[in-house]
């Protein structure tokens, strides 16, 4: 009989997205996979510690698809589901949670998950022998996922000049704005290297760029042969075309999702922190990167790094459900 297991996801696309790269790692004939879509009411602001082990905040909706024949094993993200994850543990003791990223509980609750994965630059906080870690979070670039994407966008990018760099870039965090220094700063050490190596650019960009900043990189970037897709643009996301069919990666170093997916391609990847920009936090996270060979820093010679490690913590979680 095959193992049942709940995922929850709701409305945090970068926790989504964590979920379904472990999920595509499970092996379908071992386990039944129910996706549970959580809508939330305004009192899901309220901290965990007050919530504890409750629906506090949840829609009567997404209650009405949880309350009864629990799972053997749920799989939750981030801190709005890991309530949920707890009331199920609470009303079925039988059921496995599994937990990815810092839940934000209180010491007892953090006990009662049964694995709880953490990417290595959260080690500071709070853990227990339940805690494991991994560089990085997982995602869902898998090997399969890039040879599907390769064969869809491949054709796209044919009568561009070889190699082929992708340009991920972020933007502002939570009290770090993306300045226009760090902006023209990003696109001069790109214009930089591709001097240096040539080919051709796959830019894509985020709301948190902001209007100005793009302009300013656009502009710095203008005579590169390129394919773009610019926040706002209403074509098809090609993104994970250019992951899947890039010579190089050119990353920023805000986004912990775009980072790993881009290091689980294989590719050189290089990382510009521009400058007063990164909190310590995000500097830990691309250090481990450096540290493990996955990534180096955009500067002078960097085409130098030639990569090839993939990073895939997906697989090496789902390895660990496996074992419950």
Known sequence: MKKRIWALLDNRMGSVGQIKGVLN??????????????????????????????????????????????PDIVLSASR??????????????????????????????????????????DKYKNSKGNCFYTIGSPHKVSKKVLEQAKEKWENVFAGLPKPLTAVIIGGSIKGKPFTLKNAEALALEIKNLKDRIGGSI?????????????????????????????????????????????????????SVSMACE????????????????????HLRFVQSLYDGGYATPLQLNCEEFKGGKRLFPAMQIAQEIDKL
């Open 262 to 281: 881009s290091c689980g391609t294989g590719c050189p990847v290089f990382v510009f922190c521009g400058e007063n920009w990164l909190t310590q936090k």
């Open 202 to 254: 796959l830019v894509t960009d985020s709301r948190r760029t902001g209007d100005e900043a793009e302009k300013i990189i656009m502009s710095y970037l203008k005579d590169i042969p390129a394919h773009t897709f610019l926040w706002g643009s209403k074509d098809e996301n090609p993104l994970l075309g250019y992951y899947a069919c890039a010579d190089n990666i050119v990353v920023t170093g805000d």
């Open 80 to 121: 709005r589901t890991a309530p949920i994850a707890l009331w199920i543990k609470k009303k079925s003791p039988k059921t496995k949670i599994v937990q990815l990223l810092h839940p934000d509980v209180s010491k007892s609750n953090l006990l009662k998950f049964d694995r709880i994965f953490l990417p290595e630059h």
């Open 25 to 70: 790692e499970l092996n379908p004939d071992v386990y039944d996979i129910e996706e549970k879509q959580i809508k939330y009411t305004r009192w899901v602001a309220l901290p965990n510690l007050l919530k504890g082990a409750s629906l506090l905040g949840v829609e009567k909706e997404s209650i009405a698809q949880i309350n009864s024949d629990f």
